[in-house]
Structures are given as C-alpha cells and as structure tokens.
C-alpha cells in the first residue's frame, strides 16, 4: 500500500516537471499534423532559445496542485478504488494518464489534448508522412465526438477494403472507440506492417453497422493531387497541411506553371487544417506583399506572418472550399478572399479561428493547448462563424455518386473559362 500511497505524489511530481515548447504552433480540427518537432527536441539539449523554452511551473502562481487538500482527496479516491473497486484489476499507469487527460478534459476545450508517450509517437509518426496503417484520414467531430473517414488514401488498404468518407468509426478490433479523439483512434487503427485491424463503421443510409478486416501497410501520405485540363488550367488539391505538404504542393505549382498554366483551382475541400508554418509557406508561393495571417494570444501579444510578394501568382483563380475546410485551409482561404486573388466557391467553412501549441514533456507525453486567435488580414475573427464564399454553391453528392460529375469543381472551371 505504501507504493499505491505514492501515486498521487507522483502524479503532483509528472505535472510540475519541466516542460519543453517546442516551437510548433497547430491550425487543424483535429490536429494531427507537425513539423519539425523532433528535431528540434534532438536540438534543444544542443542550442535552446527563450522564446522557444517554457518552464512548467511559475514560483509565483497559485495552482490547484499546492492544495493539500486537493492532493488528499485524490488518494482518498485511489483508496476507495484500492478497498471496494470490483470488476478489473487496476492499471496505476492507466490512472495516472487518466488524470492527466481528466485535467485538459475538464477545459471544455475539444483542441486542448493530453496525450500519452505511444499516442505522441503514433502521431509524430503520421505528420511526418509515412506511418504504418490502413491509408485513410480520420478526423472527429467535436460537437458529436463521433470519429469519421474524411478521406481515403488511393491504393492504399482502406481504398481495397471499401471504406468511403464520411464513414463512422464505432469500434476497433472490437473496442468502442465513441468518445476518444481523433488522436486516439488513429493509435488504436496504427500497427505493425501486414497485421489486420477490425473496423465497425457505420455508413449514412444503410440500418446496420459493417465490419471491415484490414491489413495494415506502409502507407506514403499524398497530400497534394495535381491536373491539368486541356485549356491550360491547372487544378491543385491539398488533402491538409502535413509535414510532406510543402515540398509537394511547390512540386505541383511548379508543374503547372512549366505546363503553361493559364488558370489555377485550389481545392480545399474536406481539408481539415494542419501546421500553422507551412500553410504561411504555401500562402507566400500565391499572395502578394502583405499579411497573410496574425495571431493574438491571452496577453494581447501580436505575432504577424507576412508574405514579400516575390511570387505571387498572377492567373485566374477559383479556390474551393465547405463545411469541413477548416484552420489552415481557412487561413489560406481568408487570406486569398481578403487580398481578391480568387474566387471563393462553395459552402461555408468550419469556422475554427483558434491556434494550439505542441508541448512535449520529459517522459515522451505531450499536450497540445489552445494558445491564441488568429485574424485574416482584414482583421476577421472567423471562429465559430466560417468564411462565407463569394459564390454559394452546395455540392451535388447524388450526381457526383451517379456519374462522378462534381458540380462545384465544373463552376470552378466555367468561371476561370468565361470570367463569371
């Protein structure tokens, strides 16, 4: 019992150590997607900034923690489970997560997140683009916390088995997963290369839920698809802002402007967000000299990300958008609307104007935190409102699934062929 008595001690330990801000700010829904992060973990025992190092506890701050009677409730807890917890054995390390997750839970803020050492691993793992898994994206709902498929991986193991998007995910390998984030689930579908997972999916239309056997694989994440029509307008479509996103949406622009682009869609659709520095990148290859995006934290503190303008693209464009193009493709899109550099198609975006931060603890966890607003740089606040496009638009899914016609991506192309 002595040892059982130290663990709430040891949980007041692990949440007053030293923590490293690792530099990475975060625009997505369901925000699993970095950059950079373990390098600059490797680096910061080599070369460490102020503004880049945090320390977890502030001598003169008044935290819940100190007290005592916080503390003695909790082991009054722990022993009640200890004396007269009946069904399962209890795990001391799944209490202590618990805890920890309990604490950012009870912010009643869906983005703010504590994740374990293996869930922090899992989703390092996929921002860097190459991951073992089934191929297909996955993102949770915070107002249902229903977990989804929005969108699959061509080639990949999901495509085989039939998942589609829009797809609810009720269990893995026979566990409910209803509830967990996004982060969670992707840990649970995540294994080794050429073992199966069992998916419980729901799909809208159908009375009963469908199980799918899937053997995981080693999966390449394309995050940007690139066409070019035969009148010289290039079509671009980015899936989310990954690590690997850069080098391939500068991969397709390059492409399409050595093919003689005369006409540019940007699709966003579906895009639910992803890393705040590489989406200003993407931004810098469209817009003119200016703003593209600022944040403010809780102090009022400014920070701007401008673009020089050395490579703003001057050809007609049309960028697509809906319900689920959320974060980082909602500041791409604001910035394009604010600056008139193209034309909005669609439906109204997510509406998700708030940024996290990534912080890595000592023992392999992390959080990730809710740390500013950011304004397009007209200064709106699309948080919970969404950016409304300049053309309304709904997509027509019964013809789409019919005949594959997309109705929006045609407007698209009328408007930049005709000019209205």
Known sequence: MEEKKGFWKGLVAGLMISILICGMIIAGKQIYTLVGLLAEQKAASAQSDASDT??????????????????????????????????????????????????????????????????????????????????????????TNITMISGVIAGTP????????????????????????????VAKIKGEEGTTVVLTIYREGELNTKEFDIVRAKIESPTVTYKMYDDKIAY???????????????EALKNAKNDGMLGLVLD?????????????????QILPKG????????????????????????????????????????????????????????????????VQRIIGLEDGSAVKITVSTYFTPNGNNIHKIGITPDEVLEFDADKYVSDGYDNQLERALEIIRTGK
């Open 54 to 143: 945090e320390a977890a506890t502030d001598s003169t701050s008044t935290s819940f923690i100190d007290d005592s009677a916080t503390i003695n409730k909790m082991q009054t807890l722990e022993s009640l489970i200890d004396d007269y917890y009946y069904l399962d054995a209890v795990d001391d390390n799944a209490l202590r997560e618990g805890a920890y997750k309990g604490i950012f839970e009870a912010l009643g803020d869906p983005y703010s997140v504590y994740y374990t050492a293996d869930e922090f691993n899992a989703l390092m793992e996929q921002t860097e683009g190459i991951y073992y898994g089934i191929g297909a994206y996955i993102s949770t709902n915070p107002d």
């Open 158 to 185: 999901a495509e085989e088995a039939g998942l589609l998007a829009g797809d609810q995910i009720y269990e893995v390998d026979g566990e409910d997963v209803t509830g967990l984030t996004s982060e969670e689930v």
């Open 236 to 250: 671009i479509g980015i899936m989310e802002f990954d690590e690997v996103t850069l080098d391939q949406f500068t």
């Open 268 to 284: 966003l659709r579906d895009n639910p967000g992803g890393n705040l520095n590489i989406v200003n990148d993407i931004a810098r």
């Open 291 to 354: 703003l593209i995006v600022y944040t403010e934290d809780k102090n009022g503190k400014r920070e701007e990300y401008t673009c020089d303008g050395k490579n703003e693209l001057t050809v007609p464009m049309v960028v697509l958008v809906n319900g689920n193009s959320a974060s980082a493709s909602e500041i791409l899109a604001g910035a394009i609307k604010d600056y008139k550099k193209g034309t909005l198609l669609g439906t109204t975006t997510y509406g998700k104007g708030i």
